[in-house]
């Protein structure tokens, strides 16, 4: 592991529109809210160079700074231009365009403050799990998320064919995996190549739904804070 550059990238724009502050309102027992919780982690993943928050946001930044200086030498809080931090921003030019020209070396840990319950030791397996596999010829990681359910679309089934079997064992479906946005891993040398934060042959790291479980709503923000102050109650890791 000490013979890649890992950069931990976390995007944490300004302006939430669904759940206002977000970023860094309180949440469960951090007074700097999803931000302090996901540096904490972060800071306890070992072979991390540099864990760069990229923000709009002035409140981000500050509390970046303040945590650089108090908890992890490595935080470094990146002022990122308007243009790139609005909703209407187009995702696959921040991408091209912005975060794959960050650093000309090193691979991104791209992750997201939204995501509270991917912990360090999770994001340590990750990275062990990449390592693994470019042994195995594979260029990137996404995590994903397992769906062997009855999926259809408005044509019919998209994973059986109930020619075959009406009503196959759930077990014999064929698996789909969705991208839950947890971590991205790639160089950013791939990441101009591609323009796009996936490479040509992704490593699969399944996260189960209880941990991939992020924020984008109200509802989502206090269930999750919910499950977070029992974990810390009961004194499990985060």
Same mark, same amino acid.
């Given at each position: 592991?000490?013979?890649?550059?890992?950069?931990?990238?976390?995007?944490?724009?300004?302006?939430?529109?669904?759940?206002?502050?977000?970023?860094?309102?309180?949440?469960?027992?951090?007074?700097?809210?999803?931000?302090?919780?996901?540096?904490?982690?972060?800071?306890?993943?070992?072979?991390?160079?540099?864990?760069?928050?990229?923000?709009?946001?002035?409140?981000?930044?500050?509390?970046?700074? %303040?945590? #650089?200086?108090?908890?992890?030498? =490595?935080? !470094?809080? @990146? /002022?990122?231009?308007? $243009?790139?931090?609005?909703?209407?921003?187009?995702?696959?030019?921040?991408?091209?365009?912005?975060?794959?020209?960050?650093?000309?070396?090193?691979?991104?840990?791209?992750?997201?403050?939204?995501?509270?319950?991917?912990?360090?030791?999770?994001?340590?397996?990750?990275?062990?799990?990449?390592?693994?596999?470019?042994?195995?010829?594979?260029?990137?990681?996404?995590?994903?998320?397992?769906?062997?359910?009855?999926?259809?679309?408005?044509?019919?089934?998209?994973?059986? %064919?109930? #020619?075959?079997?009406?009503?196959? =064992?759930? !077990?014999? @479906? /064929?698996?789909?995996? $969705?991208?839950?946005?947890?971590?991205?891993?790639?160089?950013?040398?791939?990441?101009?190549?591609?323009?796009?934060?996936?490479?040509?042959?992704?490593?699969?790291?399944?996260?189960?739904?209880?941990?991939?479980?992020?924020?984008?709503?109200?509802?989502?923000?206090?269930?999750?804070?919910?499950?977070?102050?029992?974990?810390?109650?009961?004194?499990?890791?985060?």
């Amino acid at each position: 592991m000490a013979d890649e550059d890992y950069i931990g990238f976390i995007p944490a724009r300004a302006g939430s529109e669904r759940v206002v502050g977000k970023n860094t309102r309180p949440f469960a027992r951090f007074e700097k809210g999803l931000l302090e919780l996901k540096l904490r982690q972060m800071a306890k993943v070992t072979g991390l160079s540099r864990i760069v928050v990229s923000s709009n946001d002035d409140e981000v930044l500050s509390i970046s700074a %303040d945590f #650089a200086r108090t908890l992890d030498s =490595r935080i !470094q809080p @990146l /002022e990122r231009p308007d $243009e790139w931090g609005s909703s209407a921003t187009s995702m696959g030019l921040f991408i091209s365009d912005y975060i794959a020209h960050l650093f000309d070396q090193g691979t991104i840990v791209w992750t997201h403050v939204t995501s509270p319950l991917i912990t360090a030791a999770v994001y340590q397996d990750i990275i062990g799990a990449y390592e693994a596999g470019k042994r195995d010829g594979f260029d990137s990681l996404i995590t994903v998320t397992k769906l062997q359910k009855f999926i259809w679309n408005r044509e019919g089934p998209v994973n059986y %064919d109930p #020619a075959v079997e009406r009503w196959p =064992r759930s !077990q014999d @479906l /064929e698996p789909l995996f $969705e991208i839950n946005h947890g971590v991205y891993m790639m160089p950013f040398a791939l990441m101009r190549e591609r323009q796009d934060r996936i490479g040509h042959k992704p490593k699969f790291y399944e996260l189960p739904e209880t941990i991939a479980m992020d924020i984008d709503w109200p509802e989502q923000f206090t269930h999750l804070e919910h499950l977070v102050v029992e974990r810390v109650v009961k004194g499990e890791a985060l």
